[in-house]
């Protein structure tokens, strides 16, 4: 989703008048009560939420472990057990 496909969805949630409460409440507090101030925050508050909600589900930004890796680290935990029983011994 492109930043510009961000904005419109907050603008829609703000036409539909379906936001995030505590976000809006954060973004009021830090606009000392100022409607305007506040409603601009909210904008940007959201908009980055949804930029970070975005790239958290974004498969790629997600990195699975093969085989190789699982095997990899099997033998680094029991190279671990193994020194620390040796260890443990003396």
């Known amino acids: 989703m492109s930043k ?3 904005y419109d ?6 036409e539909q008048e379906s936001i995030d409460r505590g976000l809006w409440t954060k ?3 830090e606009a000392d009560g100022d409607r305007g101030r506040a409603r601009a925050l909210y904008i940007r508050l959201r908009v980055d939420q ?3 909600d975005a790239l958290a ?3 790629e930004s997600r990195r699975r472990l093969t085989n ?3 095997i990899l680290l099997t033998i680094a935990i029991a190279a671990l057990i ?3 029983a040796a260890k443990m011994s003396h």
């Open 4 to 6: 510009q496909e961000f």
């Open 9 to 14: 969805s907050v603008a829609k949630e703000l």
């Open 27 to 29: 973004a009021f507090a």
């Open 50 to 52: 949804l930029e970070r």
């Open 57 to 59: 589900h974004k498969p």
């Open 68 to 70: 190789t890796d699982i």
């Open 82 to 84: 193994i020194m620390l």
